[in-house]
């Protein structure tokens, strides 16, 4: 969840309706940018570390007891090439980057990102502390939620702009605006 409050001042120039798609189009940007942006991170080697993942067998401090070479990520190191997260065969980073779905609350306060990515990406045993790869692929830093919440104020600035007057954004904690991912 991204905190973000928006304060105007009681003068603007901007009807409740407008407000509400300024407030979808900044959402959906934020949605766009974190698909275009962030998702890709996900796929690179310090993703693992940033975004906490799961460790893999092999992996600095989860070792295996039959050796690297036996572990998960000394199989994927010999067959495969690469020790990125969250990719064996290529597929998940290949099907995941195709097609999205961007749905908006009518009030304007969230959006949902619908990414369409292969079965298997649901499919884990919590039993066999196996990781759960959707939630690890939607996974975001304060960093990421810093990003969002910077586009998304300008966005409504902009917005708002061009409803008359300059205006002033605030970003306060404690409103009950989202993004969520779902898969």
Known sequence: MIPLNITIRK???????GWKQAKREAW??????????????HFKNSASKRYNYQPRKGEA?????GGFRRSY???????YGHTKPLVLTGELERVIDRRFDI?????????TLFLHGPKYLHQF????????KAAEI????????????????RVLAEKLN?????????????DRSSLTFAS
């Open 61 to 65: 401090g989860n070792s295996s007891p």
């Open 103 to 111: 749905r908006v609350a009518k009030s304007g306060v969230g959006v």
């Open 28 to 41: 959906a940007e934020a949605a766009r940018f974190w698909f275009d942006f962030i998702l890709p991170g």
């Open 11 to 17: 003068n603007t120039n901007i009807s409740r309706e």
């Open 138 to 153: 939607t996974a975001t830093d304060k960093r990421d939620r810093d990003q969002l919440s910077r586009l998304i104020t």
């Open 162 to 174: 061009e409803a008359g007057e300059m205006k002033t954004i605030a970003k306060v904690r404690g």
């Open 125 to 132: 045993r919590k039993d066999h502390s196996a990781p759960d």
């Open 73 to 79: 990520t000394g199989k994927k190191l010999a067959r």
